[in-house]
């Protein structure tokens, strides 16, 4: 069997500007990186088009460590649906050397269901990951600059700074460190950290802002910390947007490439799911529903957590309503969640299937209450059983859910042909909006109680001491009528990852809250998670190379 890296180098891939024609995108206005790359001026927002367009969102149920193949099924998906005649562009996030070099490898789905060239977006791409730490970095070192500064200090208390440093990659021995040591002019020492990247704020910002305007804005409302009279502290006292801006100005651009049946593909951001929104930018969004009929996207992780987060926030604040949602499903997954070791999952075994159906049924479940008419795709692998699949097909039935097998991987677009029929019809009959799962104006328990029930089925939220405290915080900032934007794990519908299929009579504890003002939302940070990742035993990098050609193996 190819592995992805040995299909996608198979694959004559077009010139990127004739993709861009495909796009009624003029040649002139690319910023070329090479001949299969380019970022796209903001000009191609079109906001008489974009509203007509047909938005589709994709995501999962709660998945295994490896995925279930949410970014191979949009691809796959959107090559299905140029083939039935709709003119689509999918439009994904950028993979973070983090999980390309840990535990999943890249991030650029797989086998005939791939982005290209997918060397280059796994790795430093068009070099957006490297602007967002060189500017997040750069206001790190401002507010240490000022901490240090007699002449013109702000008073700033070193113990109220939460701003850490970012870099994009697992380094676990990053987490805590201590800052400013080697004498008075070395700074102020303190203690600090780093973040990975896909985590850093201005990752969440990037990905709400409409222009550079709105970016600005954003950056400079960035909570920083308070003086030691308690006076609050932004990244604007520090006269920071500005030239943070000035480093994400072609950032801020969407980055146009291809799938391996050349269907167009805006790639754009990259914000974690667990931490932060988990959905690409807002400006990559609607400028596919500017330059195509139909538009496939994904949001990360589970439907509880990049999903929830994609309609309460990411619609909210740009005005976007999704005509579709596709629920990838594998019967791996599945099995794990009925308590099948993760080593085994590939054997057949039905009454585990049906121990951990109840996760794939409280998603569809939660589907529901947004109002949305749901899809299931489940993702086949060649290990799954018929008895197995009719199981799953039966479930979705009972639901009312329309469900379509798909070998996106195996077959490319042609595997995705029912799973394409199924979503127009679905696309065709939408007439509404989707349903809000709470209103901004609440109190922030109460939104965060509303997710942790209606979402993950929670009993209760129980809140530490220092959520507590934190809370107070928001409400002096003037920011509890933010939205909210749970941190949790992604492996259940719980904050405890070990609480697999479909927990029932569990507390969340939301042990803290962090601010991020700037993106505009608050994030209740439950279990173990953590903003600086960890590489595993054995890290994907182990088994990447690169010969004296320049030609890379071992990304999968």
Known sequence: MKTDIEIAREV?????????????????????????????????????????????LVSAISPTPAGEGKTTVSIGLSQALNR??????????????????????????????????????NL??????????????????LIDNNIQSKKRSLGIDPRTVGWKRVMDMNDRSLRHIIVGLGGTTSGVPRETGFDITA????????????????????????????????????????????????????????NLVQTIE???????????????????????????????????????FGFDLGAEKFIDIKCEYAGLNPSAVVLVATVRALKYHGGKDLKEVSQPDVNALRNGIGNLQKHIENMKLFGISPVVAINRFTSDTNEEIDLVKGVCREMGVPVAEVDVWGKGGEGAIELAKIVDTVVQGKTSEHNRLYDWDWTPEKKIETIAKKIYGANAVDFTSQAKSDLQKVYKLG??????????????????????????????????????????????????????????????????????????????
């Open 12 to 56: 004559i891939m077009k010139p990127i500007a004739e993709v861009a024609s495909m796009l009624g995108i003029d040649n002139d206005d690319l910023v070329l990186y090479g001949k299969y790359k380019a970022k796209v001026p903001l000009k191609y927002i079109d906001k008489t088009k974009y509203p007509k367009s047909k938005l589709i």
């Open 84 to 121: 039935i005649g709709k003119q689509t562009t999918v439009v994904l996030r950028e993979p973070s050397l983090g999980p390309v070099f840990g535990i999943k490898g890249g991030a650029t789905g797989g086998g005939y269901s791939q982005v290209l060239p997918m060397e280059d977006i």
């Open 124 to 141: 430093h791409f068009t070099g957006d990951f490297n602007a967002i730490e060189r500017a997040h970095n750069l206001l790190s070192a």
């Open 199 to 254: 985590a850093s704020e201005v990752m969440a910002i990037l990905c709400l802002a409409e222009d550079i305007n709105d970016l600005k804005r954003r950056l400079g409302n960035i909570f920083v910390g308070y003086t030691y009279d308690k006076k609050p502290i932004y990244a604007r006292d520090l006269k920071a947007e500005g030239a943070m801006a000035a480093l994400l100005r072609d950032a801020i651009m969407p």
């Open 262 to 300: 050349g269907t167009p593909a805006i790639i754009h951001g990259g914000p974690f799911a667990n931490i932060a929104q988990g959905t690409n930018s807002v400006i990559a969004t609607k400028m596919g529903l500017s330059l195509s009929d139909y538009v496939v996207t994904e949001a990360g």
């Open 479 to 556: 920011l509890d009528k933010l939205p909210i934007c749970m941190a949790k794990t992604q492996k259940s519908l719980s904050d405890n990852p070990d609480l697999l299929g479909r927990p029932k009579d569990f507390v969340v504890t939301v042990r803290e809250i962090e601010i991020a003002a700037g993106a505009g939302f608050i994030i209740p940070i439950t279990g173990q998670i953590m903003r600086m990742p960890g590489l595993p035993d054995e890290p994907a990098a182990e088994r990447i190379d690169v010969d004296n050609d320049g030609v890379i193996t071992g990304l999968f």
